[in-house]
């Protein structure tokens, strides 16, 4: 109805201007390195505004390289509307609208390793610590029932690179 068309008229990204800053330094003396960026989006869309950043920085013994990473984004909706009428009418509609809508506040501490065993192939083993902020899920999606808003949680990845 009426609610529905206003909410897709404000948050839908058809017809409409996505514009991003963003910067970024870095320093590699081939043994060391340290960089950042930052990023800033301006939409009126679904899709968050926001801004997004990390700084990270590593040493390179031989064929290891350990690293270590500290990265954050906030993103600001001004509110998340929704849907008003019986629940058991709205009710999945508006988890689905906020799913979609949500703000996304976390930051991330990452420390990991690559090891360059051969030509052109990397082996990586990387943990995560994800803290989300301020009654945010983060970039977390599926989230379970028994899931705690603003809860830490923690990841360990291993991948391998290579070229072809």
């Known amino acids: ?32 390195f340290a960089g950042g960026e930052w990023s800033r989006a301006y939409t009126d869309t679904m899709i968050a505004p926001g801004d997004s950043w990390y700084v990270t920085g590593g040493y390179r013994f031989g064929k290891l390289t350990p690293y270590l990473t500290y990265s954050g984004t906030r993103t600001h909706f001004d509110n998340i509307p929704s849907l008003s009428g019986p629940p058991f009418v709205v009710g999945g509609l508006n988890n689905l609208l906020h799913a979609l809508l949500r703000l996304v506040n976390q930051t991330t501490i990452t420390v990991g390793t690559r090891w360059d065993f051969a030509e052109n192939m990397a082996f990586k083993a990387q943990f995560d610590h994800i803290k989300p902020e301020n009654n945010s899920n983060g970039t977390l999606t599926n989230v379970q029932p028994n899931y705690d808003l603003g809860d830490s949680v923690n990841l360990l990845s291993f991948t391998l690179d290579f070229v072809f």
């Open 1 to 32: 109805g009426p609610q529905g068309e206003a909410i897709y008229d404000k948050f839908s990204a058809h017809d409409r201007e996505f514009r991003q800053i963003g910067a970024g330094i870095w320093h590699d003396t081939g043994k060391w």
